[in-house]
């Protein structure tokens, strides 16, 4: 409420309130957590309607990606927790922003296992104009299966979002929503420099932050919205997997 009434974002770091005040950045501190909480906090973020988070980067320890990998249902065997560690700490090395959703597309390129993308953009045409309301055409690929829908919005990612719902649809699948949606661009870029789109969904009651880099700022959403679609139909797939050994037990 502070935020929107005064125009400006609530600080990363600021106390209680603030996106990171929760998030574990030290490996040591996951790994106390897994240990029946070594590093106790009497200040939970649970007393203020709040989740612990881990980081993912140069810091990060095995504890972190455990946790990490828990939240999305996907359990590794020792030698691949270490390769896809290692690569999480040259991408945080590197400066790359990693978030939990890109894990799945991580373990896909270390390990060399199936693909996750089981979505693809095939084609998307984004039309704006001056007291117009957006229109956008989206060309989907889900699971080798083609779908064209149109939408409309207010702005380009609004009708594309509005074409993405119809697909899902047609999957009877409920669109994740969009709790967050941030764009940072470098300062002292150039009107061709690539911008970060930054967008927190709610799935399942968990909040998870897909990120998407272009230099076109609509696209960097769409991409963003792209790594969201794969983690959900990548759970949905978890989820039926665990209720068919159930009922085959």
Not at 86 to 93: K, N, P
Not at 169 to 188: A, N, Q, S, T
Not at 192 to 206: P, R, V
Request: charged share 25%; net charge positive; aromatic share 4%.
């Amino acid at each position: 409420m502070v935020a929107t009434f005064s125009g400006k974002r609530t600080a990363a770091n600021a106390p209680i309130v603030g996106e990171d005040v929760f998030t574990q950045t030290s490996g040591i501190h996951a790994d106390g957590d897994k240990k029946g909480r070594l590093y106790h906090n009497p200040i939970t973020p649970e007393r203020f309607g709040r989740r612990r988070g881990y980081a993912l980067g140069k810091m990060s320890g095995k504890a972190s990606l455990v946790k990490n990998l828990e939240a999305l249902g996907i359990q590794l065997v020792e030698e691949n927790l270490k390769k896809v560690l290692r690569r999480v700490v040259e991408l945080g090395d590197s400066k790359k922003t990693i978030t939990p959703a890109d894990l799945p597309f991580i373990i896909t390129d270390v390990l060399e296992t199936e693909d996750v993308q089981r979505i693809r953009l095939l084609g998307c045409s984004l039309t704006s104009g001056l007291h117009l309301k957006s229109v956008a055409t989206v060309r989907l690929e889900i699971d080798g299966h083609e779908y064209n829908e149109a939408g409309s919005g207010n702005g380009g990612y609004d009708a594309f979002m509005g074409a993405v719902r119809k697909i899902l649809r047609r999957r009877h699948v409920e669109c994740p929503e969009l709790v967050d949606y941030e764009i940072r661009i470098p300062r002292g870029g150039h009107t061709d420099a690539l911008t970060e789109a930054l967008i927190t969904w709610q799935i399942d009651g968990k909040r998870h932050q897909t990120v998407g880099v272009d230099s076109d700022q609509v696209m960097a959403a769409v991409n963003a919205t792209l790594k969201m679609l794969n983690l959900r139909f990548m759970q949905l797939k978890t989820r039926r997997s665990e209720i068919a050994e159930e009922s085959a037990a």
